[in-house]
């Protein structure tokens, strides 16, 4: 098992470097599209050691972004990703340095095809966020709310397995996951207010759904 340092010193990937660049979001993309067509089998662990930057955000922007994506159509894998999200959101809440997965969950593969199309496909997404978001009322991002942020993603990602049967209703909550891992990442404040908003959204969509 192998701890996913989230505070490196000095390294080309630290955050207050990163979050400046252009293009903080189709960088990630860009990374893991170039895993994706290196590999014909990528695991979980190679995924978390390419995101090994100074704040907590591509840890739960990846994951958010994987489950609303054409990964997240595949049988099991919401749930999956849920205990992702669950277990990072949880050494967040803790005020851990490191991001630890176990073992069973680094050694997961998924086609590195597969990996790069679903990237493909959500480029224009993130290009578009580079494009019309920065860095905005920081204030809000304080250990105390980054704490908050984890616990709401938590309690979001914890009936995955149960939306998992319902059509749509499992990438609602991996919307909002991926508004705060966006959020931290660009230390932007109004989509962290936004996220905030997306998580409402996301209840009464759950709910309509399994009405």
Known sequence: ?????????????????????????????????????????VTLGEITHALRYRSYGPFLLVPGLAGISPLGAIPGMPTLLALIVVLIAGQIVLGRRHIWLPDFLENIAVSGGRLETAMKKIYPVA????????????????????????????????????????????????IAVSGFGLAMILRDGVVMIAAGILVIAALIACLVLMV
């Open 1 to 41: 098992m192998r701890d996913q340092t989230t505070k490196p010193e000095n390294t080309p990937t630290d955050t207050s470097n990163y979050s400046r660049n252009s293009r903080p979001v189709t960088g990630i993309i860009d990374r893991l599209r170039g895993i994706g067509r290196q590999r014909g089998k």
């Open 127 to 174: 290009r578009w966020l580079d494009r019309h978001f920065h860095e905005r009322l920081q204030g809000l991002f304080t250990p105390r709310t980054i704490r908050i942020a984890a616990i709401i993603c938590l309690l979001l990602v914890l009936p995955m397995p149960l939306l998992e049967v319902i059509p749509l209703a499992a990438a609602m909550p991996m």
